[in-house]
């Protein structure tokens, strides 16, 4: 069992900026696409951004310039660099793994982690 564990959320004002942390633990070979989706009360889920293993990342386009992603793959971790946090910004963020395989010829599974909150205050 593979298991997500998030860190770096809170509270800032606006303008503020936050970094968020993910590790991976577990039985791991391989993990596809590490990545951040993010969800509002009484929003849908939006994928945030996200970076395979060989480092191609993507944005949603409300947060270009302003979130950075980045990953290492020796420690199976994923970060989220935030900076200048709106008041938009303000939801739950999760960590999502995509393609995670525990051997060369195993299956490719997904997992999601609990959140982490993450407010831009006015």
């Known amino acids: 069992q593979v298991r997500l564990v998030e860190s770096g959320g809170g509270l800032v004002q606006a303008g503020g900026s936050l970094r968020l942390s993910c590790a991976a633990s577990?039985?791991?070979?391989?993990?596809?696409?590490m990545g951040w989706y993010r969800q509002a009360p009484g929003n849908q889920r939006e994928l945030v951004a996200a970076?395979?293993?060989?480092?191609?990342?993507n944005y949603a386009g409300s947060v270009k310039g302003r979130f950075t992603i980045s990953r290492d793959n020796a420690k199976n971790t994923v970060y989220l660099q935030m900076n200048s946090l709106k008041p938009e910004d303000t939801a739950v963020y999760i960590c999502?793994?995509?393609?995670?395989?525990?051997?060369?010829?195993?299956?490719?599974?997904?997992?999601r982690g609990q959140g982490t909150q993450v407010t831009a205050s006015s």
């Open positions: 577990g039985k791991i070979f391989s993990i596809n696409s």
């Open positions: 999502n793994a995509e393609g995670v395989r525990d051997s060369s010829s195993g299956y490719a599974l997904n997992y």
């Open positions: 970076i395979t293993s060989g480092g191609s990342t």
